[in-house]
Nanobody, 123 residues
Framework: QVHLVESGGGSVQAGGSLSLSCAAS????????MGWYRQVPGKQRELVAT???????FYADSVEGRFTISRDNAKNAVYLQMNGLKPEDTAVYYC?????????????????WGQGTQVTVSS
């Protein structure tokens, strides 16, 4: 069983900063790509940023230059530093990870999600 536990988030005024953390726990071989997604009620979940085990990053155009994703491989953790927040960044933010787990016949990569954390930016 693999769990992604998120922390951080909250409420801030426009222009402010928040940080999110997420750590994987449970029984697994390794954590591969990790990332953050966000969802607004009534809309599809959208990619915010991803990071590989080697540190290569990708950002959505809407957050490029304002958000920074990082990870600590020893802690199986991923972080999102959000600066210059805008009201349109308001959403539930989800941590995601592709984790190598063992089955009775093979080792495979499964995708796991955190429980989500609310980020609210007021104007």
């Amino acid at each position: 069983q693999v769990h992604l536990v998120e922390s951080g988030g909250g409420s801030v005024q426009a222009g402010g900063s928040l940080s999110l953390s997420c750590a994987a726990s449970g029984t697994f071989f390794s954590v591969h790509a990790m990332g953050w997604y966000r969802q607004v009620p009534g809309k599809q979940r959208e990619l915010v940023a991803t990071i590989t085990t080697s540190g290569s990053t990708f950002y959505a155009d809407s957050v490029e230059g304002r958000f920074t994703i990082s990870r600590d491989n020893a802690k199986n953790a991923v972080y999102l530093q959000m600066n210059g927040l805008k009201p349109e960044d308001t959403a539930v933010y989800y941590c995601a990870a592709r984790v190598a787990v063992a089955t009775s016949t093979t080792i495979r990569g499964d995708d796991y999600w955190g429980q989500g954390t609310q980020v609210t930016v007021s104007s």
